[in-house]
């Protein structure tokens, strides 16, 4: 049987929007739906959404404290380090967009910068580390005197996260 008409087949079971593409074959590609028109991106396009506390409030503080909680004790299952695996993930990635996004001042935003690549190093070593407890607990604590810095230096001392 051709590939083509099992995916027909497939399809016809299982009523799948997904493969309604690949059945179109008969159909000339002009008649698929027309192009959308996409227009180039430029960094303005990537505005900050939303000021820093609220960054750090919705995209650092659920990981932290996920990541916090997972790690109290050894993570016992796959489960438990997909979650580990999430919060690291989350937390190393977002250093980039905190790093980008700094006071205008150039001496502070050189500051700035330089503690937020100390959270993605050590944010990029935390995610590494899952499946080994003892790894992960040392990263862990690394990124988080990282995290405190920054707040120590830009937020008054505000913020000291527990480990
Ligand atoms: C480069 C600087 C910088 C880094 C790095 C940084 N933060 Fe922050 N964070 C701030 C600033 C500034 C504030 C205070 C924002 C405000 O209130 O204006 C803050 C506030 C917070 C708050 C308090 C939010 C609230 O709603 O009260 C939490 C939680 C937080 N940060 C978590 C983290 C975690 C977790 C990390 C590390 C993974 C981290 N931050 C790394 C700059 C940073």
Redesign the pocket.
């Known amino acids: 049987m051709k590939t083509v008409e099992l995916v027909a087949i497939i399809t016809s079971l299982s009523g799948a929007f997904l493969f309604s593409n690949a059945t179109n074959t008969d159909q000339p590609q002009s008649e698929v739906a027309p192009k959308a028109v996409q227009t180039p991106a430029t960094p303005d396009d990537f505005e900050p959404i939303d000021n820093?506390?609220h960054f750090?409030?919705y995209v650092?503080?659920p990981s932290?404290k996920g990541l916090k909680q997972v790690l109290a004790n050894e993570p016992a299952d796959r489960k438990a380090w997909k979650a580990f695996k999430n919060h690291a993930l989350v937390?190393a990635e977002s250093?980039a967009l905190?790093a980008a996004r700094g006071p205008d001042d150039a001496a502070k935003n050189k500051e700035?910068k330089a503690?937020?690549a100390e959270?993605y190093r050590s944010?990029k070593s935390l995610y590494k580390s899952a499946g080994d407890y003892a790894e992960a607990k040392k990263h862990y604590g690394t990124?988080l005197d990282?995290?405190n810095r920054?707040?120590t230096v830009?937020?008054k001392g505000k913020?000291q996260?527990s480990k």
């Open positions: 820093m506390h750090m409030e650092c503080e932290y937390l250093s905190v700035w503690i937020s959270v944010g990124m990282a995290c920054c707040h830009f937020a913020y996260l």
